[in-house]
């Protein structure tokens, strides 16, 4: 389980195989302090240590994903140099600063419109259709890994404001119309909309 609260802004160090593919990702973390086997999001997509190294100034660490995920996420698009968004497995007793994400992303969303409200970055976001009823104005969604809040809805986008540090520790603030994403939608939305579905008997 995650927080969608980013805690390193890594770097796709390196890219090999073609339906299934290695990532070496360069990151300040401690090599020491991770795990072989641990779980690290990545743009919000939950992937397992295969290795791992030291560097001057951090660590670099491989991941190995399937065609499935390189398909279903934004993670097949991915070049060596991008900037993507990392978060920690949570730890019990630490703080939950977010909410809870699973790093298992639920679609694809496309950036639509961009505009700066003072010091605020409005970014406007279209789901896949099939996601629009987990999104509810003022609920939780997590876009590349980050924990942020629903501020508009529409049939069928959402808007979201990004603070200034948001955008300045995370690649949000990079990001420019046309730009795909992943989402993964609150996890109490998911659960809500499936009790529905079933009537008392």
Not at 16 to 45: K, V, W
Not at 91 to 98: D, R, V, W
Not at 111 to 121: C, H, K
Request: with cysteine.
């Amino acid at each position: 389980m995650f927080t969608g609260i980013v805690t390193a802004k890594g770097r796709v160090r390196s890219i090999s195989g073609d339906s299934q593919r290695r990532f070496e990702i360069e990151a300040p973390y401690d090599p020491d302090g991770i795990a072989m086997g641990a779980s690290i999001a990545h743009a919000g997509a939950c992937l397992t240590v295969v290795g791992k190294g030291r560097t001057g100034e951090g660590c670099w660490f491989a991941v190995d994903v399937s065609p499935e995920t390189l398909s279903l996420t934004t993670l097949g698009s991915w070049r060596e140099g991008d900037a993507i968004n990392l978060e920690r497995a949570l730890a019990l007793g630490e703080e939950l600063g977010g909410h809870l994400v699973t790093g298992h992303v639920d679609g694809i969303g496309e950036l639509v419109g961009r505009r700066d409200d003072g010091d605020w970055i409005v970014l406007t976001v279209k789901p896949p259709a099939t996601l629009n009823q987990f999104i509810a104005r003022k609920g939780s969604i997590t876009v590349d890994g980050v924990s942020l809040t629903v501020n508009g809805v529409t049939d069928e986008t959402f808007d979201l404001m990004i603070i200034p540090h948001t955008a300045d520790v995370t690649t949000l603030g990079a990001l420019q119309i046309g730009a795909h994403v992943n989402l993964e939608v609150d996890l109490m939305a998911r659960y809500a909309a499936r009790l529905s579905e079933f009537s008392p008997t």
